[in-house]
């Protein structure tokens, strides 16, 4: 058997300095990455923060303008992050056996990829709200008195923002997926509190997403559209909910209120 030969200390030394120079490659990728997770939690703090102190009645177009400036920054720091991470972002997803940590650190990548479908669906959201909220808001301010109604304003920015909506819908969807890749056990508990209230939020944001899709039909932008109005007194319990008081009916046809009628329960027939 021929004789092994020793690495000589040249080799050796090169390969420490080798091992030693990706170990700190991989601490610096690290750190840079967690400044960025930090400044994307913030920015999600002060659009809580931001949504939490105005009320419906205190929305305005600077609000809007305001959490469009948090979003894009969001945006960008999802990104940086998924640039500056994605040489060890794999590494993570094998690190599930580690005890402790090990789903957690297994998350990482589901949870980077969810995040920018999250980010990506909001800002499609926000290309096709934005101009609703100019139709609404900014007549508002306006005050005039012989502008069309509330639906007839909203018809032609919903139409236009279609496409939108539609991309918000598969990066949503694209965003569940992810989130089913998550273990629901076994991560820390911060990140269980977390992954507990997006659960919590995400069916009401699928559900809204898909009804800015139909909403167009909704306010008769095929064809027009009748719906029977319904008062219940609830003091008064019924097996629908409430003894009838009275029953109307709306006609809705390319987003105008054309009828509206309102009768008492007794003269219906």
Do not use: W
């Not at 400044?39 to 600077?62: T, Y």
């Amino acid at each position: 058997m021929p004789a092994q030969h020793p690495r000589s200390p040249l080799v050796r030394r090169f390969v420490s300095i080798g091992v030693l120079a990706g170990l700190l490659l991989v601490l610096l990728i690290s750190v840079v990455a967690v400044q960025r997770g930090i400044s994307l939690k913030h920015r999600i703090d002060r659009v809580q923060a931001l949504v939490s102190g105005n009320g419906s009645s205190s929305l305005s177009i600077e609000m809007f303008g305001a959490l469009r400036r948090e979003l894009n920054g969001g945006i960008a720091d999802i990104r940086a992050l998924e640039a500056i991470a994605s040489p060890i972002l794999p590494v993570f997803g094998r690190l599930g056996g580690l005890p402790g940590i090990g789903p957690t650190l297994q998350a990482v990548p589901h949870l980077v990829a969810m995040g920018d479908h999250f980010l990506s669906a909001a800002d499609c959201l926000f290309d096709g709200l934005t101009p609703l909220a100019g139709a609404v808001l900014g007549n508002e301010q306006n005050g005039s008195q012989q502008s069309p109604g509330v639906t007839e304003r909203l018809l032609p920015p919903l139409l236009a923002a279609q496409p939108r909506f539609v991309e918000a819908q598969d990066f949503i969807e694209r965003a569940t997926a992810e989130r089913e890749q998550i273990p629901r056990v076994g991560v820390l508990p911060v990140l269980a509190r977390q992954l507990n209230r997006l659960d919590k939020y995400l069916p009401s944001l699928r559900s809204a997403s898909q009804l800015a899709t139909i909403a167009p039909i909704l306010l008769g932008a095929v064809r027009p559209m009748r719906y029977l109005l319904i008062a219940q007194n609830n003091d008064e319990l019924r097996p629908t909910g409430g003894f009838m008081t009275a029953i109307g009916q709306l006609m809705l046809d390319k987003g105008k209120i054309t009828s509206l009628t309102i009768q008492n329960s007794y003269s219906a027939d």
